[in-house]
């Protein structure tokens, strides 16, 4: 049931029937939760999602997602499956390496779940964004930010902002990780009162950070967690429930064990979803206010 296709055009994804012995088996115990049950499962199996990049965060997101049902998964990475990348990217084994990683992880996941449908698809970029995040003319419910460089950050966002596509983005380097979740759907920034802008507004620079996994290193575990963590986030979205994420970044320190949760308020001067004309200068960071939260062990 999962195929390949250049730009992800999918048929009809079959209807989650609860009836069915073999679909109680797979997600019953997720079912077993009041938030979820039988009206969440069917939700999650109508949902489709976009995941830009299948490295140390799209791996275990990817996983998680295909395992709990969530019907439609485009996939897009351009890169290759390498030695150095097994430590943490959790989708591929030595038996992939030199694979095109798309193509590897739709393989790995119709072995997880043949019960949704994949698209291996092309990198995103300039050229195809929109089209990725509209696969079939119908856009995507949520796309996964799991690259790991600042342009296809920003292009993301910018092209999430013009089509009011809800963004759940992730990072990770050394001992550090990051998590936050723009909602830019029409519905939900008006009803916000305390809008939080978006991607550019927290980020504004586009140079990459002097600091990220080549140079600085990255833990494998983190990235296994804060990559969970994302798929967490997707479900109780797709699933309507509330999330702290929503316009809050959340920091965690793997080596002192620390959580910071960041409330973010938007640039009034953003040129991507403010201004149409971006100031001569801007700050490097926008003003937020910071509440601490201490791991629990």
């Not at 999602?49 to 275990?60: A, K």
């Not at 997101?61 to 351009?78: N, T």
């Not at 964004?129 to 460089?149: E, H, I, R, T």
């Not at 999430?160 to 596509?165: A, G």
Request: aromatic share 6%; glycine share 8%; with cysteine.
């Amino acid at each position: 049931m999962t195929k390949q296709s250049p730009m992800g055009t999918p048929q009809a994804a079959e209807p989650f029937a609860a009836q069915d012995e073999m679909s109680w088996r797979r997600y019953g115990r997720q079912m077993l939760l009041p938030e979820i049950g039988e009206p969440g499962q069917q939700r999650l199996g109508q949902a489709r999602v976009l995941i830009i990049g299948l490295g140390g965060l799209g791996s275990p997101a990817a996983l998680y997602l295909a395992a709990g049902g969530v019907g439609q998964l485009w996939l897009s990475d351009d890169d290759v499956v390498a030695t150095s990348n097994l430590q943490r990217q959790i989708l591929y084994t030595s038996a992939d390496l030199q694979q095109p990683k798309r193509n590897a992880a739709r393989k790995r996941l119709a072995q997880l779940n043949p019960n949704i449908r994949c698209y291996a698809v092309t990198a995103f970029a300039e050229s195809n964004g929109k089209q990725l995040l509209q696969p079939d003319g119908q856009a995507v419910d949520l796309v996964l930010d799991c690259s790991d460089n600042m342009v296809t950050r920003q292009l993301l966002n910018r092209c999430c902002v013009e089509l009011q596509i809800p963004l759940l983005s992730a990072a990770v380097s050394g001992w550090q990780g990051s998590l936050l979740l723009f909602d830019y759907r029409a519905s939900a920034i008006s009803a916000n009162e305390h809008d939080p802008g978006c991607y550019h507004c927290l980020y504004p620079l586009q140079e990459e950070p002097i600091l990220n996994c080549q140079s600085a290193g990255i833990i494998g575990p983190l990235a296994g967690m804060v990559g969970a963590l994302q798929a967490l986030e997707a479900m109780k979205f797709l699933l309507g429930l509330s999330s702290p994420a929503v316009g809050h970044l959340q920091q965690i320190d793997a080596l002192s064990g620390r959580w910071q949760r960041v409330g973010l308020r938007a640039d009034p001067c953003c040129p991507i979803c403010r201004s149409p004309n971006p100031p001569t200068k801007k700050n490097h960071a926008m003003p937020i206010a910071t509440e601490s939260m201490e791991y629990r062990r």
